[in-house]
């Protein structure tokens, strides 16, 4: 009895890790766009101006990347990240979940991987920024200018 119990338990197990689970993925409030970004009230120029002050060399890097771009791309990113920052936290929340889900749904990542890495990215440079973005104009369109 003893062996037929052994032997039925080893054919479930080997059922179990034959058959392919579901896979899911789910956007959290840290994945793939960190909390703190989904929730500031802070305008793009506000959070970029922190962000250059708070973390300069990953602003440095950013701009770099970005100045490397052709023109077309550089306001492709600059259109994007505004929408994204005028949407309320459950636009935010939804687009988070989209990213996470489909690969396909950032259209601009195929034109620049890192287009948003300045903003999405990096939870320390996201909380650094957050933490003091409303000290600084809401409109500086130099934040673009490196």
Known sequence: ????????LAAAASAAVLVPATASADATDDYPIP??????????????????????VYYE??????????????????DRIYWYFSLEYPGRRAYSEHVATNVFYEQMAFRWPNWAKLFFNNKGVVAHGTEVCANYPPHDPSVWVW
């Open 35 to 56: 909390n703190r970004m989904l929730k500031t009230t802070c305008t793009v120029d506000q959070y970029m101006a922190a962000v250059r002050d708070t973390d300069p």
């Open 61 to 78: 890097r950013y701009m770099i990347d970005y100045n490397n771009k052709s023109p077309d791309v550089q306001q492709g990113a600059r």
């Open 1 to 8: 009895m003893l062996r037929k119990i052994s032997i039925a």
